[in-house]
T-cell receptor, first 111, second 115 residues
Framework: QQPVQSPQAVILREGEDAVINCSSS?????VHWYRQKHGEAPVFLMI?????EQKGHEKISASFNEKKQQSSLYLTASQLSYSGTYFC????????????FGQGTTLQVKP | SAVISQKPSRDICQRGTSLTIQCQVD?????MFWYRQQPGQSLTLIAT?????????ESGFVIDKFPISRPNLTFSTLTVSNMSPEDSSIYLC????????????FGQGTRLTVV
């Protein structure tokens, strides 16, 4: 079942913060976050595992709430380069690496 | 992380014909997958390419329409058969080491237009 992302689109000014949520109706074992720019392949951001810690580096971090079956991606002090479409991909219990992606959140950062 | 080479990068095909897309990974991966991405849409998993055996297809995708081969750990092909304009899309190859804590990496995609 496809995870649901919210919001669908965000417009920010440089330096502002954003949160993107990813919710699933099924139990989550892993959540992968990717960013895709127009015409390019998705680029890996981070993975969160069930029972794992919040991940992050510099201004992009993420959390995983097992009870709510939800993950959130936090973008702090956004930069122009953050613009793109963000996808969460959820993995099942089989550890196959197979991912089901959410519908995506389009982020536009303006000067 | 691995590098995935996919070709062709784009093609324009006549309806009723078939196109085979190739995917080469520069290091051994356990799992390979094929996705379809309509313009402005999410990535939809077509199938898992299994080495030396038949691919595992997701609901809504069948082998007759999307035959897949994976003769070794680093190479896979996806064929889009008997194409119609509805098959116009971007097709992406993905590789993974098959563990929940490792990333999936993607090829640049094949942009297919069926006329």
């Amino acid at each position: 079942q496809q995870p649901v992302q919210s919001p669908q689109a965000v417009i920010l000014r440089e330096g502002e913060d954003a949160v993107i949520n990813c919710s699933s109706s099924k139990a989550l074992y892993s959540v992968h976050w990717y960013r895709q720019k127009h015409g390019e392949a998705p680029v890996f951001l981070m993975i969160l595992l069930k029972g794992g810690e919040q991940k992050g580096h510099e201004k992009i971090s993420a959390s995983f709430n097992e009870k709510k079956q939800q993950s959130s991606l936090y973008l702090t002090a956004s930069q122009l380069s953050y613009s793109g479409t963000y996808f969460c991909g959820t993995g099942g219990s089989g550890n196959t690496g197979k991912l089901i992606f959410g519908q995506g959140t389009t982020l536009q950062v303006k000067p | 992380s691995a590098v995935i080479s996919q070709k062709p990068s784009r093609d324009i095909c006549q309806r009723g014909t078939s196109l085979t897309i190739q995917c080469q990974v520069d290091s051994q991966v356990t799992m390979m997958f094929w996705y379809r991405q309509q313009p402005g849409q999410s990535l939809t998993l077509i199938a898992t390419a299994n080495q030396g055996s038949e691919a595992t297809y997701e609901s809504g995708f069948v082998i007759d329409k999307f035959p897949i081969s994976r003769p070794n750990l680093t190479f896979s092909t996806l064929t889009v058969s008997n194409m119609s304009p509805e098959d116009s899309s971007i097709y992406l190859c993905s590789g993974s080491r098959g563990r929940a804590d490792t990333e999936a990496f993607f090829g640049q995609g094949t942009r297919l237009t069926v006329v």
